[in-house]
Structure formats: C-alpha cells, structure tokens
C-alpha cells in the first residue's frame, strides 16, 4: 500500500475507506451489517473511536473519524478488523447463510499468500486514510459518504438509508451516534 494511504498525523480526522477482499459483497445481510454498527458503538464507547460520517456499503465501509486523545486511530482499526472478521466469519459458519458453500472458500483463498497462519481473511489490508485537511475537502468526502447509497440506486434520498450518517445530518433516528460537524467544531482539522 502505497505511504500517501497510511495514517501518519494521529491527531488529525482521516477520510477511510475499509474493503472486503475481492469486494466481494458481505455486507448485504441484516446480522453482518448490524456485527459491523455493533463494532463500530464498542470502538466509539471504549476504544476513543471518533466518527464524523459513515456509510456501510455491501463490499466496503467508508468513515471520516479520528481518534480521541490518547488513542491512536491505526490501532482502533486493526482491533475493529481483526473482530469483525472473526465476528462475520462465525456468523457464516453458524448461522443460516446461502453463500455460505462458496463464501467461506473464498475467504480462505485470500489467506493463502500470508506468512503468518490464518483461516480466513476477510477485509483487505490497509485503510485508504486521507487526513481531513480543509473544510471543503470534509464536506466533500461526507458528500461522497452519503450519496454512496444514491449512487448505487439503495435509496432514492441519502437519508434513507439505515447504515448511514445521513440520518444523523437530517436529524432523524439512526444506528450510530456520531460527532456532528459544525461551525465551532473545527478541532479535527
């Protein structure tokens, strides 16, 4: 992964973007999505996780988020990685999943060119950190964030969608409590 995508300011809000291996489409189940919201709470309410925008697509999760002081944001995304695998891997061995036959296979494809012993590899490497270096480039990644879903024909209003800072924006019940980008907030940049 090239060094411009790799977190190098902790103190500064990165624009994120979290893929599948393959982009291959996990996300499209109610308990995979809802292991990922869950995740995302527990690293918000233990881990000094910070978001500012979200949306979970079905192969990719996007965020612009920091971490909060004497946190360090590299380290909140390997954690969060490093469960949710786990958590979906075992939901599709456990739980009722159609692409069960084919999916885990795959997963374990991805881990054959690792040298340290794995049995599943469910996200790429890396995260595609951009640091939040202005105001427009903010609104423009949280523009980009919530028209993810419109873009892909999900929802006709960005505020539709349930796995989404959209809602938070547009004041409206949602999955995730985030940080609320205003005026007198501008500590991120």
Not at 49 to 65: A, D, F, K
Not at 75 to 101: A, G, H, M, N, W
């Given at each position: 992964m090239s060094d411009q995508y790799k977190i190098h300011e902790p103190d500064k809000a990165y624009f994120i973007t979290m893929t599948t291996v393959g982009w291959v489409d996990i996300f499209t189940r109610k308990n995979h999505k809802m292991a990922i919201v869950n995740s995302l709470?527990?690293?918000?309410?233990?881990?000094?996780?910070?978001?500012?925008?979200?949306?979970?697509?079905?192969?990719?999760?996007?965020?612009?988020?920091?971490?909060?002081?004497?946190?360090?944001?590299?380290?909140?995304?390997?954690?969060?990685?490093?469960?949710?695998?786990?958590?979906?891997?075992?939901?599709?061995?456990?739980?009722?999943?159609?692409?069960?036959?084919?999916?885990?296979?795959?997963?374990?494809?991805?881990c054959e060119h690792l040298k340290r012993e794995q049995r599943f590899k469910l996200w790429q490497d890396g995260n595609h950190a951009k640091v939040i270096y202005s105001n427009s480039f903010f609104y423009e990644k949280l523009n980009y964030i919530h028209q993810n879903p419109v873009q892909e024909m999900i929802v006709e209003k960005q505020e539709e969608y349930l796995f989404s800072s959209a809602r938070n924006y547009a004041e409206l019940p949602s999955l995730l409590e985030i940080i609320l980008e205003t005026p007198q907030l501008k500590t991120y940049l």
């Open positions: 709470k527990y690293c918000q309410e233990n881990k000094g996780l910070e978001i500012y925008g979200w949306v979970l697509m079905h192969s990719h999760l996007h965020m612009i988020c920091r971490a909060a002081e004497g946190f360090q944001l590299t380290d909140i995304l390997r954690d969060f990685k490093r469960y949710t695998s786990k958590k979906i891997v075992k939901q599709i061995e456990d739980e009722p999943e159609s692409r069960q036959e084919w999916l885990l296979p795959l997963l374990q494809k991805y």
